[in-house]
């Protein structure tokens, strides 16, 4: 099985497609007022216009509540990206059972981590 679609409820469509698009650097295949989708590797992520109001318990996600997970080439390259754009970063990279992984919140408050891809060994 391989998934291949994400959908993430917001508050603010405007915002979060300006957050997933020119922050993240999703690519837009398609946007409206309730709906939009962006290009991934495989998977499109869509963000849906919710009508309830977004809910932060901090770092504790209720269950039924998931944690979106993304992966780039330089994990520091972005990590200085996401500082400049004021993105809230709520771990730092660091290294989590043998892999680099830092967490921002989108403008909702949701969590997402940001994983580097792993390196090959060199001796």
Same mark, same amino acid.
């Given at each position: 099985?391989?998934? %291949?679609?994400?959908?993430?409820?917001?508050?603010?469509? @405007?915002?979060?497609?300006? /957050?997933?698009?020119?922050?993240?650097? /999703? $690519?837009?295949?398609?946007?409206?007022?309730?709906?939009?989708? /962006?290009?991934?590797?495989?998977? @499109?992520?869509?963000?849906?216009?919710?009508?309830?109001?977004?809910?932060?318990?901090? %770092?504790?996600? !209720?269950?039924?509540?998931?944690? !979106?997970?993304?992966?780039?080439?330089?994990?520091?390259?972005?990590?200085?990206?996401? @500082?400049?754009?004021?993105? @809230?970063?709520?771990?730092?990279?660091?290294?989590?059972?043998?892999?680099?992984?830092?967490?921002?919140?989108?403008?909702?408050?949701? $969590?997402?981590?940001?994983?580097?891809?792993?390196? !090959? /060994?060199?001796?």
């Amino acid at each position: 099985m391989l998934v %291949n679609y994400m959908i993430i409820f917001v508050s603010d469509m @405007t915002r979060s497609v300006a /957050f997933y698009r020119d922050i993240l650097g /999703f $690519i837009l295949k398609f946007e409206s007022s309730h709906w939009t989708e /962006f290009k991934g590797n495989g998977l @499109t992520l869509a963000l849906h216009l919710s009508d309830n109001p977004a809910r932060s318990d901090g %770092n504790k996600e !209720p269950a039924g509540h998931c944690r !979106p997970g993304f992966q780039v080439l330089d994990l520091d390259e972005f990590h200085n990206r996401m @500082t400049r754009q004021k993105v @809230t970063c709520i771990e730092k990279p660091a290294v989590v059972f043998g892999s680099r992984i830092a967490k921002y919140a989108d403008p909702d408050g949701l $969590i997402f981590s940001v994983s580097e891809e792993k390196k !090959p /060994f060199k001796e």
